[in-house]
């Protein structure tokens, strides 16, 4: 028990210390004259950010590029941990775990420009699909994220195949079930707590990114954009639209607790 003492301390007074902060912050004011910080009560930003439209038109467009990315991360991921834990040959699958964790040493920005280059109008896109590319916007920042996230939800789907027993295919094909079948009704409850798990990571990562927003994401603004625009202007108001994304976890964290998806995890 003593050796989780640092690490509780290390939680509770940096990660939730912030926080705390953050919260307190989030009801103080600026003086419009001098730009100082008034250390005040006050709900004024709460009201803005409830009442502004343009803080909610952010950040329902932001809830949908988060459930976006991960549902196309989900779908990608599926088959390709199916393959590399069920079907692939041990040596076959140890190439495809590197292969996975390979772009988590990658650069954030070179794969961030990288995508910027190959979505440019006259890009390499353009040029082999004969002129079509989604050009720089939300299509572009969902694609570019889904990319960036994808090992977070592999990880966790892979070693949730890892966990299901070889036996269960066997039972299943002896009463009958197809392929589409076993995968339905056996593989998916078994592995659906590891898409709970990889979804926290894509869903929560998509919604603190403001870089590749700025770099793929043309005129679509996300509500850590605003956020980081804020800070310099009016940190409080930054600090009240920041509950937001928080607000945002806690609840998609507590709606993944309910399904009991996190319990085997």
């Given at each position: 028990?003593?050796?989780?003492?640092?690490?509780?301390?290390?939680?509770?007074?940096?990660?939730?210390?912030?926080?705390?902060?953050?919260?307190?912050?989030?009801?103080?004011?600026?003086?419009?004259?001098?730009?100082?910080?008034?250390?005040?009560?006050?709900?004024?930003?709460?009201?803005?950010?409830?009442?502004?439209?343009?803080?909610?038109?952010?950040?329902?467009?932001?809830?949908?590029?988060?459930?976006?990315?991960?549902?196309?991360?989900?779908?990608?991921?599926?088959?390709?941990?199916?393959?590399?834990?069920?079907?692939?040959?041990?040596?076959?699958?140890?190439?495809?775990?590197?292969?996975?964790?390979?772009?988590?040493?990658?650069?954030?920005?070179?794969?961030?420009?990288?995508?910027?280059?190959?979505?440019?109008?006259?890009?390499?896109?353009?040029?082999?699909?004969?002129?079509y590319t989604p050009g720089y916007g939300e299509t572009a920042l969902v694609i570019t994220l889904a990319y960036?996230?994808?090992?977070?939800?592999?990880?966790?789907?892979?070693?949730?195949?890892?966990?299901?027993?070889?036996?269960?295919?066997?039972?299943?094909?002896?009463?009958?079930?197809?392929?589409?079948?076993?995968?339905?009704?056996?593989?998916?409850?078994?592995?659906?707590?590891?898409?709970?798990?990889?979804?926290?990571?894509?869903?929560?990562?998509?919604?603190?990114?403001?870089?590749?927003?700025?770099?793929?994401?043309?005129?679509?603004?996300?509500?850590?954009?605003?956020?980081?625009?804020?800070?310099?202007?009016?940190?409080?108001?930054?600090?009240?639209?920041?509950?937001?994304?928080?607000?945002?976890?806690?609840?998609?964290?507590?709606?993944?607790?309910?399904?009991?998806?996190?319990?085997?995890?």
């Amino acid at each position: 028990m003593l050796l989780l003492v640092p690490p509780m301390t290390w939680l509770v007074v940096v990660y939730l210390g912030a926080i705390a902060a953050m919260l307190v912050s989030a009801f103080w004011t600026v003086d419009s004259f001098t730009e100082n910080v008034v250390r005040e009560f006050s709900t004024a930003n709460l009201h803005t950010v409830l009442t502004e439209p343009i803080y909610r038109t952010v950040a329902l467009r932001t809830l949908f590029v988060a459930l976006a990315v991960t549902a196309i991360d989900a779908v990608i991921a599926f088959p390709i941990a199916f393959y590399m834990s069920l079907v692939a040959k041990p040596r076959l699958r140890r190439f495809l775990v590197v292969a996975v964790l390979t772009p988590l040493w990658a650069s954030y920005l070179v794969k961030a420009y990288a995508w910027r280059t190959l979505l440019a109008p006259d890009g390499p896109l353009s040029w082999a699909t004969g002129g079509y590319t989604p050009g720089y916007g939300e299509t572009a920042l969902v694609i570019t994220l889904a990319y960036m996230w994808l090992p977070y939800m592999l990880i966790p789907l892979y070693a949730g195949f890892e966990r299901v027993p070889r036996s269960l295919f066997e039972a299943s094909a002896d009463l009958g079930a197809g392929t589409w079948r076993t995968v339905r009704s056996v593989v998916l409850p078994l592995v659906f707590p590891a898409i709970a798990a990889g979804s926290i990571f894509t869903f929560s990562l998509t919604l603190g990114d403001y870089i590749a927003v700025g770099i793929v994401g043309g005129k679509t603004q996300l509500i850590a954009n605003v956020i980081a625009d804020q800070v310099v202007l009016n940190q409080p108001l930054a600090a009240t639209v920041a509950l937001i994304p928080l607000l945002a976890i806690v609840v998609y964290l507590i709606a993944m607790r309910r399904t009991g998806a996190l319990e085997n995890v």
